[in-house]
């Protein structure tokens, strides 16, 4: 904090006080929270300390080639489907929130977990938040087993030393939530933390808030989670994956389904998901994946599967003929 030069001794150990112990924390806390969190302190001097933060960390005017030069630092993680990893661009990109939503059973769990094995593989701090107690350990360790131990001639990978690089954390209501967001940064800039996972956001506030008389307490809770998220995945230069649930909703006339079926969250979620990818059932192990909706990415779909190994692709037909 002491690089902020509008930053005063006096205010350092207030801002501590309330969780902030950097730059980057601070903005991620935003001036709204700050200034409510310290009525005491003049508004004005918040809001030099605030511009000034900005400025640091490149939330204010640039030029085209500055920004380049800032679009450059991304990195990029894979889903452990090549197929997968293609129609989303290469994989799960820092500053980026992906969602993957679709029906229970269909398998996002799995991504997610597949997702956040691969990342430790390659050294990379993942915090993984479960909010439905669906993730396990051991299955975390079985993805590693199989895809990186199992079969290989010469394994590379230290299991014990890789699975230090996962943070666990289990929630079981929003409160709890909100607590767990709103003290990440600390654990984001302690262990270097690059991915975040979360099987599924939606999931604690669409169990807490019920109803439609609950509705706008419902998606205003859940913008201030994303807004959080969002403004971690920027700071940080770090990457969020999440689960979505889906809601039936009634057809007017017969195709051969019932129900059409959306993602929850409505558009609160929709505009800070980046890409959107909805996964269908497809034959037997196989799933559908399609980009419904991003910024830069195309709508196009593939087809992947869901194995011991976690998510993989689909193999072809010269495998499958040496496999028999």
Same mark, same amino acid.
């Given at each position: 904090?002491?690089?902020?030069?509008?930053?005063?001794?006096?205010?350092?150990?207030?801002?501590?006080?309330? $969780?902030?112990?950097? +730059?980057?924390?601070?903005?991620?806390?935003?001036?709204?929270?700050?200034?409510?969190?310290?009525?005491? +302190?003049?508004?004005?001097?918040?809001?030099?300390?605030?511009?000034?933060?900005?400025?640091?960390?490149?939330?204010?005017?640039?030029?085209?080639?500055?920004?380049?030069?800032?679009?450059?630092?991304?990195?990029?993680?894979?889903?452990?489907? !090549?197929?997968?990893?293609?129609?989303?661009?290469? $994989?799960?990109?820092?500053?980026?929130?992906?969602?993957?939503?679709?029906?229970?059973?269909?398998?996002?769990?799995? +991504?997610?977990?597949?997702?956040?094995?691969?990342?430790?593989?390659?050294?990379?701090? @993942?915090?993984?938040?479960?909010?439905?107690?669906?993730?396990?350990?051991?299955?975390?360790?079985?993805?590693?087993?199989?895809?990186?131990?199992?079969?290989?001639?010469?394994?590379?990978?230290?299991?014990?030393?890789?699975? !230090?690089?996962?943070?666990?954390?289990?929630?079981?209501?929003?409160?709890?939530?909100?607590?767990?967001?709103?003290?990440?940064?600390?654990?984001?800039? @302690?262990?270097?933390?690059?991915?975040?996972?979360?099987?599924?956001?939606?999931?604690?506030?669409?169990?807490?808030?019920?109803?439609?008389?609950?509705?706008?307490?419902?998606?205003?809770?859940?913008?201030?989670?994303?807004?959080?998220?969002?403004?971690?995945?920027?700071?940080?230069?770090?990457?969020?994956?999440? @689960?979505?649930?889906?809601?039936?909703?009634?057809?007017?006339?017969?195709?051969?389904?019932?129900?059409?079926?959306?993602?929850?969250?409505?558009?609160?979620?929709?505009?800070?998901?980046?890409?959107?990818?909805?996964?269908?059932?497809?034959?037997?192990?196989?799933?559908?994946?399609?980009? +419904?909706?991003?910024?830069?990415?195309?709508?196009?779909?593939?087809?992947?599967?869901?194995?011991?190994?976690?998510?993989?692709?689909?193999?072809?037909?010269?495998?499958?003929?040496?496999?028999?």
């Amino acid at each position: 904090m002491t690089e902020l030069s509008s930053i005063d001794s006096g205010l350092i150990p207030k801002l501590e006080e309330i $969780g902030v112990f950097s +730059v980057e924390s601070l903005i991620v806390k935003g001036m709204n929270e700050v200034k409510a969190l310290l009525p005491e +302190v003049d508004e004005k001097k918040i809001t030099r300390v605030f511009m000034e933060a900005w400025r640091k960390k490149g939330f204010w005017f640039m030029s085209a080639k500055e920004y380049e030069k800032t679009e450059s630092e991304r990195e990029v993680f894979t889903t452990g489907s !090549k197929a997968l990893d293609e129609i989303l661009g290469g $994989g799960i990109w820092t500053w980026n929130m992906a969602e993957f939503y679709g029906e229970q059973g269909i398998g996002k769990s799995q +991504v997610l977990q597949t997702i956040a094995s691969e990342a430790i593989v390659k050294g990379v701090s @993942t915090v993984f938040i479960d909010t439905e107690g669906t993730c396990r350990a051991s299955r975390i360790k079985e993805i590693i087993t199989k895809r990186h131990i199992e079969g290989v001639k010469e394994p590379k990978v230290n299991l014990e030393e890789v699975q !230090k690089k996962l943070t666990f954390i289990q929630t079981i209501s929003t409160e709890i939530l909100f607590e767990v967001i709103d003290r990440l940064p600390l654990t984001v800039e @302690t262990k270097n933390v690059k991915l975040i996972c979360i099987d599924s956001l939606i999931s604690p506030l669409r169990s807490e808030f019920h109803g439609r008389e609950m509705l706008a307490e419902r998606q205003f809770a859940l913008a201030r989670i994303l807004q959080k998220l969002r403004t971690m995945a920027r700071v940080y230069n770090l990457a969020v994956a999440f @689960t979505n649930q889906v809601v039936a909703v009634p057809v007017q006339s017969y195709t051969g389904d019932m129900f059409s079926y959306k993602p929850t969250g409505g558009y609160v979620l929709g505009h800070v998901s980046e890409p959107r990818v909805w996964i269908r059932r497809g034959g037997g192990a196989k799933r559908i994946a399609r980009v +419904v909706d991003s910024s830069w990415l195309p709508e196009r779909e593939c087809v992947f599967m869901i194995t011991d190994m976690g998510a993989v692709d689909v193999p072809s037909r010269r495998e499958d003929k040496d496999v028999a």
